[in-house]
């Protein structure tokens, strides 16, 4: 089937800078719209950012400026790119992509990664 995997998480003073990325793989046809959420303890998940097969981003506004979600659709991998970091936003990170597979290429579903922790100490 399809698999989601995030890397790039860890530990960072404020101010600084953190990549994840998200590879996905298995029998897949094509990837629309990727994503990147997050969750913090005893919050609900975050949209955080998302990014559309042709390329036009999104994002929540405590992000905005700060953040950059791009995608390389030949490694069929997303990023997010994150700067200026804030305690705030320390969280575990998701990645999310609707995805087609070969077996049903019209027939787009949505998948989840694992997730990453993202610590921002002060």
């Known amino acids: 089937q399809v698999q989601l995997v995030e890397s790039g998480g860890g530990l960072v003073q404020a101010g600084g800078s953190l990549r994840l990325s998200c590879a996905a793989s298995?029998?897949?046809?094509?990837?629309?719209?990727m994503r990147w959420f997050r969750q913090a303890p005893g919050k609900e998940r975050e949209l955080v950012a998302d990014i559309t097969s042709g390329g036009s981003t999104d994002y929540t506004v405590s992000v905005k400026g700060r953040f950059t979600i791009s995608r390389d659709n030949a490694k069929n991998t997303v990023y997010l790119q994150m700067s200026s970091l804030k305690p705030e936003d320390t969280a575990v990170y998701y990645c999310?992509?609707?995805?087609?597979?070969?077996?049903?290429?019209?027939?787009?579903?949505?998948?989840w990664g694992q997730g990453t922790q993202v610590t921002v100490s002060s």
């Open positions: 999310n992509a609707d995805v087609a597979s070969e077996i049903k290429r019209y027939r787009l579903m949505n998948y």
């Open positions: 298995g029998s897949i046809y094509s990837i629309d719209t």
